[in-house]
């Protein structure tokens, strides 16, 4: 028998609309209401008809994420907080991986649009703008998270990289590290402004740049244990060795830090190591590694917030740009005995714009 939801809401003496809503987890129906329609789905295994909903109401209820690799763990943390944020609204995630190509990400791009999902949150690893006026043309919003573009004007919730690289090297130079080397990422916002605040840092601590001592990687968040054991390497070969390193991300440092370990270097003796993205990887590191914590759960609970307040006006909403201002994590891989230790966090407030 195919059973509806005007039965189940005729069996149970209630509206269509109370049942609708609480199948979309809506909040403004009673706990023994919900409960007692819940039982009843539950008792008949009533599954509903999306595609027939969407007919009605003009939407998919699907939100697409795109971003450059689905096994890197900052983007496993800001898909799940976003997913949990969604579906307490009814709306559901579909996620894709560019890995970070810029030709595959517009594939996927067009594969979910395709889909008329309802909105797309998107962590691009493009450098150019065409693919997001073709996302305008098609009236789709979008979000970008953790990657901005120069010239888009457009939703964007990230974390401050400029000063993700000042904290990073500052702590460094506390601790006495003399010669610090930087593994960064493409050329991408972060990749640009991380290697920014990294430069910032040295120059106001009177410290030189040295061209030798940066190692960039052409794919930031795509196989970075063996680029940051590779970066490791080329690092190794130097002469003066760095006595300190900072990466443009915690799989980097990771790669980076076993290298090293492997072949004789004490971590933080030798070489203290801050990374980025406080992924929480203390269990299996031989050394428990100094990060800065992106706030990546923020990120995605703050990228839903944005997607559903598009979703819930009638007008669009201008833009909004939301920059989360990172901290310190210090932990053994930076805990030298001589130097500064720093153990607190350096904690900045969160800074709110509405315009870019």
């Not at 809503?21 to 809506?26: A, D, E, Q």
């Not at 290298?259 to 203390?282: F, M, S, T």
């Not at 005995?337 to 607190?344: L, V």
């Amino acid at each position: 028998m195919n059973i509806r939801m005007k039965d189940i809401a005729k069996d149970l003496g209630v509206s269509l609309i109370t049942i609708s809503k609480v199948l979309r987890n809506h909040p403004d129906i009673g706990d023994e209401t919900r409960e007692r329609v819940l039982a009843r789905v539950k008792e008949l295994d009533y599954r509903p008809n999306f595609a027939a909903r969407s007919l009605v109401t003009g939407r998919s209820y699907l939100v697409g994420l795109v971003v450059p690799d689905l096994l890197h763990p900052f983007f496993a943390e800001v898909a799940k907080s976003l997913s949990e944020v969604l579906r307490q609204s009814g709306y559901y995630l579909i996620v894709s991986s560019s890995d970070e190509d810029p030709d595959l990400e517009e594939v996927e791009i067009n594969h979910l649009l395709a889909r008329r999902l309802d909105t797309l949150i998107i962590a691009s690893c493009r450098t150019t703008v065409d693919v997001f006026f073709h996302i305008e043309k098609q009236d789709t919003p979008y979000v970008l998270i953790d990657r901005c573009l120069p010239g888009l004007s457009a939703n964007f919730v990230g974390v401050d990289d400029e000063l993700v690289g000042i904290l990073a090297t500052r702590h460094l130079i506390d601790i006495g590290c003399k010669k610090i080397a930087h593994i960064c990422g493409p050329e991408i916002s972060p990749g640009i402004r991380r290697m920014e605040g990294y430069k910032r840092a040295l120059a106001e601590a009177g410290m030189k740049v040295i061209d030798d001592y940066i190692i960039t990687q052409r794919k930031g968040d795509v196989g970075t244990k063996q680029g940051g054991a590779e970066a490791m390497h080329k690092l190794l070969n130097l002469e003066p060795r760095p006595d300190g390193l900072f990466c443009f991300n915690d799989p980097l440092a990771m790669g980076a830090m076993n290298y090293a370990l492997d072949h004789g270097v004490r971590i933080p003796e030798d070489l203290a190591v801050v990374g980025c993205g406080n992924l929480h990887y203390d269990d299996s590191l031989r050394v428990p590694l100094s990060s800065i914590d992106q706030h990546s759960r923020k990120i995605g609970e703050e990228a839903a917030r944005i997607a559903l307040r598009i979703l819930n006006s009638k007008m669009p909403p201008k833009p909004e740009t939301l920059v989360l201002q990172p901290e310190l994590i210090a932990r053994e891989s930076t805990q030298r005995r001589t130097g500064k230790n720093i153990s607190k966090k350096a904690r900045v407030g969160v800074k709110r714009n509405q315009s870019r």
